[in-house]
């Protein structure tokens, strides 16, 4: 015989989030490609919509953490009504952990064309190395 | 009408009128020194992309503006005058 299953009055919220936010409006995960040269860890996010005033990144021990706002269409565009619509406005949000130790000094971001170039310095004792023999 | 193309510039974008159909046609080629490196996460893409928008009417090209604001492209259309609805008056007796 089939177990019964019962289910609790209170139905449980389908995302439980740790934290609530304002305005209530979608937040993305961005397309990403991360990849590693000699010195430096690239990391290239696709945010389209953000204006480089609405970028938040924050590197913290080796937890990066990128932020964006989307600032929305242009405000040329009042007065239209949407008619079809195939994608949502929304936030980008995402975390990564680090595997190698970060030159913070040396990090640069650029924002172009709605892309994310993060240019992630490898710090001195993290890159390889070429042990020179001692002659015996 | 906007869309979404991050990391695409002006050049690389055609756009395209006929009638009522807008062809939006391009490509996204990835920065050189990324061929190089050492791949840890690849999620985007590159290539070329092609897209026809049938409109609800017909178009006056003279007046299309397209605009790129930060990745996404915007284009706004106008109606053409000959296609517009007409108001007839109905003549007295």
Redesign the interface.
């Known amino acids: 015989m089939a177990q019964q299953v019962r289910t609790t009055d209170q139905p449980t919220p389908a995302r439980m989030e740790t934290r609530e936010r304002t305005p209530d409006r979608p937040v993305f995960v961005p397309?990403?490609?991360?990849?590693?040269?000699r010195d430096n860890?690239?990391v290239?996010a696709?945010?389209?919509?953000?204006?480089p005033d609405g970028l938040d990144i924050t590197l913290e021990r080796r937890v990066l953490t990128i932020r964006g706002r989307n600032?929305g269409?242009?405000n040329?565009?009042t007065g239209y009504q949407r008619?079809y619509n195939e994608?949502a406005d929304g936030d980008y949000e995402r975390v990564f952990t680090l595997s190698e130790n970060i030159d913070r000094d040396r990090i640069e971001a650029t924002?172009k064309?709605?892309?994310l170039h993060l240019v992630l310095p490898k710090s001195e004792t993290a890159k390889p190395r070429k042990i020179e023999l001692k002659a015996s | 009408m906007?869309a979404?193309?991050?990391?695409?510039?002006r050049d690389d974008v055609t756009l395209n009128l006929q009638d009522d159909v807008l062809t939006l046609e391009g490509k996204r080629e990835p920065r050189h020194?990324?061929e190089?490196?050492?791949?840890?996460?690849?999620?985007?893409s590159y290539g070329s992309f092609s897209r026809a928008v049938q409109l609800?009417f017909r178009i006056d090209p003279d007046k299309v503006q397209a605009r790129?604001?930060?990745?996404?492209l915007?284009i706004?259309l106008e109606r053409l005058e000959a296609d517009r609805p007409k108001k007839i008056e109905i003549r007295a007796p």
């Open positions: 397309p990403t490609d991360i990849y590693e040269t860890i690239v290239v696709e945010m389209p919509g953000v204006a600032a269409p242009s040329e565009h008619v994608y924002l064309d709605g892309v | 906007t979404e193309l991050p990391g695409v510039t020194e990324q190089e490196g050492n791949w840890q996460r690849r999620e985007r609800p790129f604001n930060n990745g996404v915007e706004e």
